[in-house]
């Protein structure tokens, strides 16, 4: 089987703020009718249930009924992700931690999580990261452009200001859209995310 004909994508979950774009990311994910490869790490299991009140496993049971997940645990380097002849079609990192970031550009990796970038990398399979720190440093800044040049696509959680997103859950549908379409599942964006100037608007 051809990698881009493969229905397995990987979400993968790091201790950055933001589990409410993990959440998202996985049901848009499920929706797409993909089977969910998912690896948490330790500190994003942690930030979930700080960030949205709720353990972990509570949203995973509601994820059977959505479609197919499996999920791996993030010290488990024998997982079938960790190698690159396992057919994955694209993979992403939501929110994706400066310290995963960082483990990615060095190579120096130690978790599935890392491993299972390091093998997009290498595959050229689409790999796309939700980084999240403010402000970033040089040391940041250094990582993610390493991880640009090597072909991730790299999508901060900026909202889309000019779509006047006026709730949370407004930035959460903007960036889970635009990362299913960075990688590669959706050929463009919803409609309703699209830019319209104002003149254009009937
Ligand atoms: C409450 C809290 C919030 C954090 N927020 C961030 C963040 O937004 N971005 C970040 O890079 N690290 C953040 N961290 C630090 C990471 O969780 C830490 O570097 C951890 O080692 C990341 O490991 P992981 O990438 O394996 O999940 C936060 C830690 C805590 C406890």
């Not at 689409?126 to 993610?144: K, T």
């Not at 040049?149 to 407004?170: C, I, N, Q, R, W």
Request: charged share 20%; glycine share 8%.
């Amino acid at each position: 089987m051809q990698k881009e004909d493969s229905n397995n994508v990987v979400l993968a979950v790091t201790g950055g703020s933001g589990a409410i774009l993990a959440k998202g990311l996985a049901e848009a994910l499920l929706k797409t009718g993909m089977t969910v490869l998912f690896v948490c790490s330790r500190y994003g299991r942690m930030m979930w249930r700080e960030e949205l009140g709720e353990p972990l496993e509570t949203a995973m049971d509601e994820w059977t009924d959505l479609g197919n997940v499996i999920t791996f645990n993030p010290g488990d380097l024998a997982a079938p992700i960790a190698s690159g002849s396992f057919p994955v079609r694209a993979s992403c990192i939501a929110p994706c931690s400066m310290a995963t970031a960082a483990s990615i550009a060095t190579g120096v990796g130690s978790n599935l999580i890392h491993r299972m970038a390091d093998v997009a990398i290498k595959e050229q399979t689409p790999l796309v990261i939700v980084p999240r720190e403010s402000p970033l440093s040089p040391i940041h800044l250094r990582n993610l452009l390493t991880l640009s040049e090597l072909g991730v696509t790299v999508l901060p959680p900026m909202p889309a200001f000019y779509k006047y997103p006026s709730t949370v859950e407004d930035v959460v549908y903007d960036v889970t859209q635009r990362t299913i379409v960075a990688m590669g599942l959706r050929e463009s964006l919803p409609g309703s995310l699209q830019y319209r100037p104002k003149r254009f608007e009937t």
